[in-house]
């Protein structure tokens, strides 16, 4: 290589959208895992690996909604967990991950276009589901969290009918959020069904949430739901960094 001209640095791919609202445009998420590789959101398997393997055995059947171009699936496959399902509504993320997967060997990992509104399972059919950070793409354009637009509200209302619909009698939902509890417990808690909820937070500086909901196991007040307190919204200046931070804020108005 001549030093007097050496090789340009590849320009990095400008992923962050102008508005929240883009979070919610299925072209914008083609567009973006055709340019990116990996990438994810709210910390990676390491940082709540403790939370989750405590839920699920080395047999369970597990649904993985709105994968993207997470590595979760691998690292649970890695720690011995095969019987994976993996669904996203983009046809780029599918089609990259299955190429990902099958160069790894991983043969066994199921990875299908799907939407997370409309699930094509039968019912019962699966021990955990588990999410990280899809749900939150929900919220972006949600208006007040406190009282969320009707169209928010019925799409998280049909995302986790979906879920509850294909879990299996006692199955569990995992659900890796930025979500405080005061704003997901209302639609957990919404009388069509039939799961506790208990939550748990990792991470540094600002924490993120676990929810656990386990199906059947509901009491008349859920009030076994686990209580924690609710850590403030400081963060460390590189956690600024983050894009996860976007689905903490208002975007819009930032």
């Known amino acids: 290589m001549d030093p007097k001209h050496p090789e340009p640095e590849p320009q990095k ?8 609202s883009a979070y919610l ?65 983009s046809s780029v993320a599918v ?41 939150d793409v929900l919220f972006v354009d949600s208006g007040d969290p406190w009282n969320p637009k009707p169209e928010t509200s019925s799409n998280v209302m049909a995302m986790l009918q979906g879920v509850h619909r294909v879990l299996k009698p006692h199955g569990i939902f995992l659900s890796i959020t930025f979500g405080q ?3 997901r417990r209302p639609f957990f808690n919404a009388p069509v069904f039939t799961w506790s909820i208990e939550w748990r937070t990792f991470g540094d500086g600002f924490h993120y949430f676990c929810y656990i909901l386990k199906k059947g196991k509901r009491s008349l007040d859920n009030g076994d739901a686990a209580k924690v307190d609710v850590p403030s919204i400081s ?20």
Not at 59 to 86: A, F, H, K, M, W
Not at 104 to 113: A, S
Request: glycine fraction near 4%; hydrophobic fraction near 35%; include cysteine.
């Open 13 to 20: 791919t400008e992923v962050i959208p102008a508005t929240a």
């Open 95 to 135: 089609e990259k991950m299955k190429r990902r997967l099958f160069t790894k060997g991983y043969k066994e990992i199921k990875v299908l276009e799907a939407d997370m509104l409309d699930l094509p399972f039968e019912d019962e059919c699966f021990d955990v589901v588990i999410e990280k950070g899809t749900m």
């Open 25 to 89: 445009d299925p072209n914008y998420w083609d567009q973006r895992f055709a340019e990116e590789e990996h990438y994810e959101w709210f910390k990676d398997y390491s940082h709540f690996r403790h939370l989750i393997l405590q839920h699920i055995k080395s047999d369970s059947s597990i649904l993985e909604v709105g994968c993207g171009n997470s590595q979760l699936s691998d690292e649970l496959y890695r720690d011995g967990i095969t019987d994976l399902t993996c669904i996203d509504l």
């Open 235 to 254: 963060l460390y200046h590189e956690e600024l960094d983050d894009e996860s931070y976007l689905f903490r804020t208002n975007f819009d108005e930032m």
């Open 181 to 183: 509890p005061h704003f």
